[in-house]
């Protein structure tokens, strides 16, 4: 496959090795609970436009989940605009971008919203549970825990990205879709 393209099939692959927390958390919820709220919607939905997956499949991936609660003739009537929407097709047409990791990190989810950036907004339990989930050992654990506390949430997940890749991330990680490319440049090489 080229660089910069993900299609459906490739994707739960995908999420495991390259997605950040962010969006693995939102992609994992989506899959358990076959529903997001707005925030979520938007947060993931963007991403994954920003990472590659057109509109056929973007369309494709959230009827496969909504219908299954909502069933199939609710998500074409209240949900398929909002995904052609955010890939500009409808109304102002408008060419949405991917959200930053500053406006994520500042978004204030509510309950039963699942957006928002992990490190800011998990319990420490949950987020501590995410690592383990992730494959971060225990010292690296600690380390990200760390820049938590000090509210150094990009420097957290910038550990992460170094712990999981066993690789340097020199730049940083600013963007969710700037800690996917990296990752896939890595594992691409
Ligand atoms: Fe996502 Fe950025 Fe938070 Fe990492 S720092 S989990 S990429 S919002």
Redesign the pocket.
Same mark, same amino acid.
């Given at each position: 496959r080229e660089y910069g393209e993900i299609s459906l099939k490739d994707i739960d692959q995908v999420v495991k090795s390259s997605f950040?927390?962010?969006?693995r958390h939102l992609f994992e919820k989506l899959r358990e609970d076959h529903h997001l709220k707005h925030g979520g919607r938007m947060q993931l939905g963007l991403f994954l436009k920003g990472v590659g997956l057109n509109l056929d499949d973007a369309l494709a991936f959230w009827r496969a989940e909504f219908s299954k609660k909502v069933g199939l003739e609710k998500f074409e009537k209240e949900y398929a605009y909002n995904v052609r929407h955010s890939y500009g097709k409808e109304g102002k047409r408008t060419d949405y971008t991917p +959200?930053?990791?500053q406006k994520? =990190?500042l978004s204030t989810p509510g309950a039963g919203d699942q957006h928002?950036?992990?490190?800011?907004h998990f319990s420490e339990e949950n987020l501590r549970a995410a690592l383990s989930r992730m494959g971060v050992n225990s010292r690296a654990t600690e380390d990200v825990m760390n820049k938590v506390r000090n509210k150094h949430?990009?420097l957290?997940?910038?550990l992460? +990205?170094e712990a999981i890749h066993g690789m340097q991330c020199d730049a940083g =990680?600013?963007?969710?879709n700037?800690?996917f490319s990296d990752s896939q440049k890595i594992f691409q090489q």
């Open positions: 950040p927390l962010c969006m +959200f930053s990791c994520i =990190i928002g950036c992990p490190y800011r949430y990009q957290a997940c910038t992460t +990205f =990680i600013n963007h969710p700037q800690y």
